[in-house]
């Protein structure tokens, strides 16, 4: 399974950014988002099945991050929204060929290159 991750960038607060990821190769039952700050440990952000179920938050992003899925051409996305200067960060998708959506870091086998994301206040 090879991801592919697009679309950091540096924002200012309060506006949003759209990361896009190509999943290709075999197929996956769940992806996911994930983020590591500077200096921090790499953290949960969201996550669903294939089909675009089982949706998971991380408390941080609810109801401001939704993630979905393009049927057309395997395109996972993360919108963000309300963007704070807390959310600055390497984005990395995931995915895993069997498991359920998950919060942990070591249910994921496969992870894409990291996108910068950087919002200013």
């Known amino acids: 399974v090879q991801l592919q991750a697009s679309g950091g960038g540096l924002v200012q607060a309060g506006t949003s950014l759209r990361l896009s990821c190509i999943a290709s190769g075999r197929t996956v039952n769940s992806v996911g988002w994930y983020r590591q700050a500077p200096g921090k440990e790499r953290d949960f952000v969201a996550a669903?099945?294939?089909?675009?179920?089982?949706?998971k938050y991380a408390d941080a992003v609810r109801g401001r991050f939704t993630i979905s899925r393009d049927n057309r051409d395997n395109t996972i996305y993360l919108q963000m929204n309300a963007l704070k200067p807390e959310d600055t960060a390497v984005y990395f998708c995931v995915a895993d060929r069997w498991r359920l959506p998950s919060d942990k870091t070591s249910d994921y086998d496969y992870w894409g290159q990291g996108t910068l994301v950087t919002v200013s206040s």
């Open positions: 669903m099945g294939w089909r675009g179920d089982r949706r």
